[in-house]
């Protein structure tokens, strides 16, 4: 399976935002650009996956993880229960095509 420049490019992008979020900003304060840079990991992996047309729960799944990320990004009340939702759905996602791999592999 080849991947197109594009995705590489973002892959790489996300990458490095793992990197940077976890050698400069993990035990910095809640701030935007923290919540973005912790976010741009997962939402690379998302957007590749929809730009190389793979299967919609799967960028959906990675979409929500990426929201969960934002959301606990925050260290504000509203933010724990959205981000704990987005997590449950984007685990429901994950859980399905599990499932559906497992039983399509039986027959």
Same mark, same amino acid.
């Given at each position: 399976?080849?991947?197109?420049?594009?995705? *590489? %490019?973002?892959?790489?992008?996300? @990458? =490095? &935002? &793992? !990197?940077?979020?976890?050698?400069?900003?993990?035990?910095?304060?809640?701030? *935007?650009?923290? @919540?973005?840079?912790?976010? @741009?990991?997962?939402?690379?992996? =998302? /957007?590749?996956?929809? /730009?190389?047309?793979?299967?919609?729960?799967?960028?959906?799944?990675?979409? !929500?993880? =990426? !929201?969960? $990320?934002?959301?606990? %990004?925050? $260290?504000?009340?509203?933010?724990?229960?959205?981000?704990?939702?987005?997590?449950?759905?984007?685990?429901?996602?994950? /859980?399905?095509?599990? /499932?559906?791999? *497992?039983? %399509? %592999? $039986?027959?």
């Amino acid at each position: 399976m080849a991947l197109s420049a594009i995705s *590489w %490019a973002v892959l790489v992008l996300g @990458a =490095a &935002a &793992a !990197l940077l979020y976890g050698f400069r900003y993990l035990n910095h304060p809640p701030s *935007w650009m923290r @919540a973005l840079i912790k976010t @741009a990991a997962v939402a690379s992996l =998302a /957007f590749a996956t929809g /730009f190389e047309q793979r299967p919609n729960p799967l960028a959906l799944a990675l979409v !929500l993880s =990426a !929201l969960g $990320d934002f959301f606990l %990004a925050f $260290d504000k009340k509203w933010s724990l229960p959205l981000g704990l939702f987005s997590f449950l759905l984007a685990q429901l996602l994950y /859980f399905l095509m599990f /499932f559906g791999l *497992w039983i %399509a %592999a $039986d027959h």
